[in-house]
């Protein structure tokens, strides 16, 4: 846990989680010159540690992390909404914020799950811009599936070389079952598949071709080693 450094802010413990997979044989993370900064491991259960640290590896637009965790007690949390990580000329209406704290979200479970341990969450906000997201405690337990966590220190973004064939039946099955309420999936003979194919060209072309938008994204690009080692976050031409 080099990598983790906890903010030290008076009437409470704030820490930021933040990491990708381009930075995780990097040693030093983002400054902070108004705040002293604590190595986690002197105020973190080592598994607290690790778990963030896998959370952290959550994939989030232009990279921004938009997320910070308040330490209420060991493996007690609160997952929160970084409003200085918004983008508001790409997600004005922090949609895609939420999504990227979901998935921060959703690789904390599957990592307390390697560690053999169960989240009880409670949801906290009502709006997108609500601060506090949701409240989670970590329970031991001795009889649960634990998680491939190779599966999250490998994720990687490919935007090329993707097979054009339709989903096989057992790999549908797979990705939906028991939520399948909540996926559609349309074979690209379909003539849905055709209009969602045309419709994202033309608003990635729309998007492409906006100021604020341009400006924003160059925002959150580190152009060389040592800005990304110093933000930890955004994007490389590499990994763009």
Not at 149 to 155: A, E, G, H
Request: charged content about 25%; some cysteine; aromatic content about 12%.
């Amino acid at each position: 846990m080099k990598r983790r450094f906890f903010l030290g802010i008076a009437g409470g413990t704030i820490f930021a989680a933040g990491g990708v997979g381009y930075l995780i044989s990097d040693k030093s993370n983002f400054v902070r010159s108004d705040q002293k900064l604590t190595p986690l491991d002197k105020l973190l259960h080592a598994d607290e540690g690790e778990i963030l640290y896998l959370a952290s590896l959550a994939p989030s637009g232009h990279n921004t992390q938009p997320w910070f965790v308040k330490h209420i007690a060991p493996f007690h949390w609160i997952i929160c909404n970084d409003r200085s990580k918004w983008l508001p000329a790409v997600d004005p209406t922090q949609r895609e914020t939420i999504l990227s704290i979901g998935a921060f979200i959703q690789n904390m479970e599957y990592a307390a799950s390697y560690y053999g341990y169960c989240c009880e969450w409670k949801t906290l906000a009502k709006v997108n811009q609500d601060e506090q997201i949701t409240e989670v405690i970590l329970s031991k337990v001795k009889d649960i599936y634990r998680f491939d966590i190779s599966k999250i220190k490998q994720r990687r973004i490919v935007r090329s070389n993707f097979l054009d064939d339709n989903l096989k039946g057992d790999d549908l099955y797979s990705l939906t079952t028991g939520e399948e309420t909540y996926f559609h999936y349309f074979p690209r003979e379909t003539k849905e598949f055709t209009w969602l194919n045309e419709q994202t060209i033309a608003a990635n072309r729309h998007q492409m071709y906006r100021d604020t938008a341009e400006k924003e994204l160059g925002d959150w690009i580190r152009f060389s080693s040592k800005d990304a080692a110093q933000h930890t976050d955004g994007l490389t031409p590499a990994s763009m």
